[in-house]
């Protein structure tokens, strides 16, 4: 069975066909960009439609020269908020992730009612990180939004709704709203859909990633490049579906390199923690603990950049990081924030210490090397402290730099795969 492969990120759509069997691209991945918004310093919005002709032309580029599929299924970033109108449509521009808007919301939430939504949420109210933070400052800035808004959703919510004419959450994505009861037995809130002034009937159900909620509808299709009637599947956020790709159990350890690294555990009986994010997975009953290591792989390229420019980027990673990696320098790189945290409530910015007019670029090189490995044993024992992992996947740009530089690495199993979110779309059609 051929399906269509959707992974929509925080700056491009890629889209792939996939053999289910196998897993396999069955013709070239398409990669279609798009621009954010940044209306001030903190923001990080999409206009809706910006966003669709991304996935309809990522779409139409991955089905142009392969065989017909059968199936649509989704991985998305998460939490992106999108609220809706009567007709369906977009109250206003999609707030992603990455946007910080909302850390007045965050910081009233946490002072009055905090350990109450830690310990049923499973999270802090992040900004950003929980879609209903989001939601209550956009609230403040327009009070008439609670009349408009008739339907909230998250990403792949809004896309299987345009695809299909059906509205859903996934159980990832609900545990990233701020209104679904993750700790305790797992609905929609009525606490915090009141606390929130969200009415309970905007929420639609919440279903697992492998669920068919609907069919592709004719007028869609032909912006898709698919057949018409093909079942989409609602998927999940994009980290869960990297461990479905992986195949992972409860001894082994995802670590995605990207703007900040992202290290990920599975388990069974899950306990909130304030500096972790702990959700459901979003296909199956397990539980995932996330944590963040804020010296991402961009940190490197912005140091070879700044400071290397004349080195091509295979002698910066291959020679020039293996000569500053176990350098002695007085350099430290403290607060270690360059790529931001997602688990932090407070804007916090990254310093370089104890610079003299002797400090050379190896020594800031140095420094940000080992605060990379710092933050990442901080990370490890936030989510799984004391474990010894099975196995290790590593994914995305600078997973090689990742395995060499890390000392827990050198003697664990790693497995670098690539593409692992989109290719944990096909593991949505596997029974």
């Known amino acids: 069975m051929y399906i269509l492969a959707l992974d929509v990120g925080t700056s491009s759509v890629k889209a792939a066909v996939l053999d289910t069997a196998s897993g396999a691209l069955a013709a070239a991945l398409a990669h279609v960009a798009y621009d954010l918004d940044h209306p001030t310093p903190d923001a990080a919005e999409v206009p809706a439609e910006r966003l669709w002709s991304a996935v309809a032309a990522a779409a139409r580029q991955a089905t142009l020269r392969a065989p017909e599929v059968e199936g649509i299924g989704m991985s998305v970033m998460a939490p ?52 209903v933070i989001d939601y209550r400052q956009q609230l403040v800035a327009d009070p008439y939004l609670a009349s408009e808004t008739k339907s909230y959703l998250h990403l792949n919510g809004w896309l299987g709704l345009r695809m299909t004419g059906a509205k859903a959450f996934d159980p990832a994505n609900a545990s990233f709203s701020g209104l679904f009861n993750t700790m305790t037995d797992q609905t929609w809130s009525p606490r915090w859909c009141r606390y929130f002034e969200v009415d309970p009937a905007w929420l639609p159900p919440v279903l697992c990633g492998t669920s ?83 010296v991402g792989g961009v940190a490197l390229d912005w140091l070879h950049q700044l400071c290397f420019r004349e080195q091509s980027a295979e002698e910066f990673f291959d020679t020039t990081i293996a000569a500053a990696d176990g350098r002695q320098t007085r350099v430290t790189l403290d607060p270690p924030f360059l790529g931001g945290d997602r688990l932090q409530i407070e804007a916090h910015r990254a310093a370089f210490r104890d610079l003299e007019v002797t400090t050379d670029r190896m020594d800031l090189l140095a420094a940000l090397l080992q605060a990379m490995v710092r933050q990442h ?31 827990e690495y050198h003697t664990a199993v790693s497995h670098p795969f690539a593409e692992g979110s989109l290719h944990g779309v096909s593991r949505l059609f596997v029974s």
């Open 80 to 131: 992106a908020l999108v609220l809706l109108d009567a007709a369906d449509r977009p109250c206003g521009p999609i707030w992603t992730h990455l946007d910080r808007r909302s850390r007045a919301a965050a910081r009233q939430t946490w002072q009055t009612v905090g350990e109450e939504f830690l310990a049923t949420v499973g999270n802090r109210p992040l900004p950003g990180g929980i879609s």
């Open 212 to 294: 068919t909620i609907g069919h592709v509808r004719s007028a869609v299709a032909a912006e898709l490049g698919t057949p018409a009637g093909i079942p989409v599947k609602l998927g999940t956020a994009d980290t869960s579906l990297a461990m479905l790709a992986a195949g992972m159990g409860a001894g082994d350890l995802l670590h995605v390199v990207g703007t900040t690294q992202v290290l990920a555990v599975l388990v069974d009986r899950p306990v909130a923690h304030a500096d972790r994010l702990t959700r459901r997975h979003g296909v199956g009953a397990a539980f995932v603990y996330v944590a963040h290591n804020p």
């Open 377 to 407: 044993r901080h990370a490890l024992d936030i989510i799984a402290p004391g474990r010894k992992f099975q196995r290790i996947f590593l994914t995305g740009g600078g997973a090689d730099v990742m395995r060499r530089l890390l000392p």
